[in-house]
């Protein structure tokens, strides 16, 4: 049984047991002509039958997607002879590999027959296997949904028993988030203590020169590395308080003008167009940054007598600030329509002007969801890497002169962790450096807003 015709039967089973669970509870309240009826609509009881179904099957995948890889490479294993595994050189896992890698109907010339022939058995392992267990899902899935027809009952509150499964999918979903949030927070920490084993901390933290390019040989010239993050910092920093001085007051005033000023009909055709932008690959920000912002600041420059780099702070950090208007200007227009009118009406009863009810009642009003939306617009400036490269450069420069080239640290952490360096080297290990140092800034500008959202947080009724 192949994957698609396991789904076909799998929706067909879920239509069927929805529809046979809801039918029989109707029936069953059909036949009871005197006393109490189903505590519970029909539909509930189709509801459970379908939670029935669908969570040992998935519960099963899961398991199976996890355990697949170890269970075939075990198979696997024990069909190759041993005395191939002893003169192969290399471990059994790159031979595991190189038979994965093998396409058994269309080989090199020269493949060993062994190898060949551990491919087939290979690929029929995983159609069998899968089959078995799609299978075995089904049978399972019925089996447990029979369970639950056959509580169908005055006694059983469906109802309740649905209402309760939603609460655990909810814990279960939320204890996934969590769990993902602290396997990547100490993926990074693991990884970046590796690397300050090899460079100490205090030298990466406040070095000043950024080199990562290690020597292949000790007699070549910087055989040695220096990992002084500094520049790479003050790189971040420069292009996105370039992007948020162009960001914040257009997306601020737009929203203004969006939730206070503007007709509903200007307000429906604006505020969509607006939102494209946010909807505009990267890359294509870059191209704007690269073939035309950039030239035409440095023929601005050329004009007024000083020179800019064709590669600039300036040029990455404003089309930057151009990409990021709409988070700023959706989100905050959307907090300031959802102050309630009537204090809107209550300004303008004492006597205020509407520039004066919009800068003393609105905007308190709606201060932690436009903090909330300048938050998010400085994440996705410090954590945006096409624009930069394409317009920006990847040199780093320990500068704050807008109009030289800089680098950020999600570009330092691409470009370190492109090429063929091993992966214990000081070079990769800085990626993993560079996060987790990323992460911590990212994490205190978080704790800075919130103490500013419940400082001047004020609650409205």
């Keep these: 049984m192949g994957f698609w015709s396991f789904l076909i039967i799998f929706c067909f089973i879920i239509f069927y047991v929805y529809w046979y669970s809801s039918t029989k509870a109707l029936k069953f309240n059909a036949n009871i002509k005197n006393g109490s009826k189903l505590p519970s609509l029909p539909s509930y009881y189709g509801t459970y039958s379908f939670f029935w179904l669908i969570l040992p099957i998935f519960l099963i995948l899961v398991t199976w997607f996890f355990f697949k890889p170890f269970f075939l490479d075990l198979l696997l294993i024990k069909k190759i002879p041993s005395d191939f595994l002893t003169t192969f050189e290399g471990n059994p896992d790159m031979l595991v590999d190189t038979i994965k890698a093998t396409n058994p109907e269309k080989f090199f010339p020269g493949t060993n027959p062994v190898i060949i022939e551990s491919a087939k058995y290979f690929q029929n392992l995983k159609i069998i296997s899968d089959s078995y267990v799609y299978i075995g899902t089904l049978l399972m899935g019925l089996i447990f949904s029979t369970f639950s027809l056959r509580k169908i009952s005055i006694a059983f509150r469906a109802r309740q028993a649905v209402e309760k499964t939603n609460v655990n999918l909810l814990i279960l979903c939320s204890t996934i988030a969590i769990i993902t949030?602290?396997?990547?927070?100490?993926?990074?920490?693991?990884?970046?203590?590796?690397?300050?084993?090899?460079?100490?901390?205090?030298?990466?933290?406040?070095?000043?020169?950024?080199?990562?390019?290690?020597?292949?040989?000790?007699?070549?010239?910087?055989?040695?590395?220096?990992?002084?993050?500094?520049?790479?910092?003050?790189?971040?920093?420069?292009?996105?308080?370039?992007?948020?001085?162009?960001?914040?007051?257009?997306?601020?005033?737009?929203?203004?003008?969006?939730?206070?000023?503007?007709?509903?009909?200007?307000?429906?055709?604006?505020?969509?167009?607006?939102?494209?932008?946010?909807?505009?690959?990267?890359?294509?920000?870059?191209?704007?940054?690269?073939?035309?912002?950039?030239?035409?600041?440095?023929?601005?420059?050329?004009?007024?007598?000083?020179?800019?780099?064709?590669?600039?702070?300036?040029?990455?950090?404003?089309?930057?600030?151009?990409?990021?208007?709409?988070?700023?200007?959706?989100?905050?227009?959307?907090?300031?329509?959802?102050?309630?009118?009537?204090?809107?009406?209550?300004?303008?009863?004492?006597?205020?002007?509407?520039?004066?009810?919009?800068?003393?009642?609105?905007?308190?009003?709606?201060?932690?969801?436009?903090?909330?939306?300048?938050?998010?617009?400085?994440?996705?400036?410090?954590?945006?890497?096409?624009?930069?490269?394409?317009?920006?450069?990847?040199?780093?420069?320990?500068?704050?002169?807008?109009?030289?080239?800089?680098?950020?640290?999600?570009?330092?952490?691409?470009?370190?962790?492109?090429?063929?360096?091993?992966?214990?080297?000081e070079k990769t290990l800085a990626a993993f450096a560079l996060g987790i140092t990323l992460f911590f800034l990212t994490l205190f500008l978080n704790l800075i807003a919130l103490k500013i959202v419940r400082k001047y947080r004020e609650k409205y009724e």
């Design 181 to 425: 949030t602290i396997g990547i927070i100490f993926s990074l920490i693991f990884e970046a203590l590796r690397f300050f084993e090899k460079v100490p901390i205090f030298d990466f933290l406040l070095g000043i020169t950024w080199s990562p390019q290690t020597a292949i040989r000790e007699d070549q010239v910087a055989s040695e590395g220096l990992f002084g993050a500094i520049p790479i910092f003050t790189g971040t920093l420069l292009i996105t308080l370039i992007a948020m001085a162009v960001a914040i007051p257009i997306g601020l005033l737009s929203a203004i003008y969006l939730s206070e000023y503007a007709k509903p009909k200007i307000r429906a055709t604006i505020k969509p167009i607006l939102e494209i932008l946010a909807g505009v690959p990267t890359v294509v920000y870059g191209f704007f940054a690269a073939i035309t912002v950039g030239p035409f600041l440095k023929e601005i420059a050329l004009f007024f007598g000083f020179s800019i780099a064709s590669e600039s702070a300036l040029a990455a950090g404003g089309v930057m600030g151009i990409m990021i208007i709409p988070f700023i200007s959706s989100l905050s227009d959307d907090v300031m329509s959802a102050v309630p009118q009537s204090m809107r009406d209550g300004s303008y009863a004492v006597g205020a002007t509407k520039s004066e009810t919009i800068k003393q009642v609105v905007l308190p009003a709606a201060l932690p969801g436009v903090v909330a939306a300048i938050l998010l617009a400085v994440s996705r400036a410090i954590g945006e890497t096409m624009i930069v490269v394409m317009a920006a450069g990847i040199s780093a420069n320990l500068t704050m002169n807008p109009f030289e080239s800089v680098t950020t640290v999600t570009v330092q952490i691409v470009t370190l962790l492109v090429g063929d360096q091993e992966f214990d080297s």
